[in-house]
């Protein structure tokens, strides 16, 4: 039947479209509301293709990050360009974005098995596991299923790995690229670890200003660079090269207050 169509993770289709909606509208005054987002680049959003779109960001939450880029991108393509001002846009969404997250993490509750739900590639982190550090191979199932993804729409990916700023890009987001030649959007996100707890589920502080730059595609020669050559790059797009990772002047520190004070939400 037409009205149970499943994607290519055998998720129902119109069951994932409401699942978008309510939780879009249960999380919109996250962003626009208790918090306020400052968006730029989403005019980029539109002008993609509808599969093998890779997207790369920094990470500060488990869930917010992600959730906050479903309202982006669909707010986009709805035709609002750096807002994401009334949630309607997601009532059509877009059933094809995906995201990479750890498989423990997306198994850890009811909520996160039914952000799952919603569009998670879950895999197995050769790193890291219930807390402890490991060193075991990349699951090729794991890959497979990031380039099916692609091969369906578009997917979100953290190539760090962890919410801790600055750490080594790992290398499997180049061998992605290389291998499955995807469209890379930088994404550049802030606030959001001022804003929530680690998981990105509860509000840690109000008024605090977000932001999200998403960038132009980033230039690829997927014949000739190296794999080590794409994992400068991408520190360099989501700027979380050390270079960056500077001593803040307290004018700009001061400037940036100022900022978030006059972005605090005010009843209207």
Do not use: C
């Not at 360099?236 to 940036?256: C, R």
């Amino acid at each position: 039947m037409a009205l149970l169509k499943r994607n290519p993770f055998g998720h129902i289709l119109i069951l994932k479209k409401w699942l978008i909606r309510i939780l879009g509208v249960l999380t919109h005054r996250r962003f626009r509301g208790f918090n306020e987002m400052h968006i730029e680049g989403s005019e980029i959003i539109k002008n993609l293709p509808d599969t093998n779109v890779l997207f790369i960001s920094n990470h500060q939450t488990y869930f917010a990050d992600v959730v906050s880029m479903f309202h982006v991108f669909n707010a986009s393509l709805s035709g609002r360009v750096d807002s994401i001002k009334n949630v309607g846009y997601l009532w059509n969404p877009k059933l094809n974005i995906y995201y990479v997250a750890a498989k423990e993490t997306m198994r850890a509750g009811l909520l996160p098995k039914i952000l799952a739900y919603v569009g998670s590639i879950s895999i197995e982190r050769t790193w890291r596991a219930e807390g402890k550090d490991v060193n075991r191979q990349v699951k090729m199932s794991d890959i497979s299923n990031i380039g099916k993804a692609l091969d369906d729409g578009w997917v979100i990916t953290f190539p760090q790995g962890t919410t801790t700023p600055f750490k080594p890009i790992r290398k499997g987001t180049a061998h992605i690229i290389k291998r499955y030649r995807p469209i890379v959007i930088p994404i550049v996100i802030d606030g959001f670890r001022r804003s929530f707890d680690k998981k990105g589920l509860r509000i840690k502080k109000k008024n605090i200003l977000q932001s999200m730059e998403i960038k132009a595609p980033l230039e690829i020669d997927y014949d000739n660079d190296t794999t080590e050559e794409i994992v400068k790059k991408i520190e360099f797009a989501i700027e979380q090269h050390p270079s960056f990772l500077k001593v803040v002047p307290q004018e700009e520190l001061e400037a940036l207050e100022a900022l978030n004070k006059m972005r605090e939400w005010k009843k209207r």
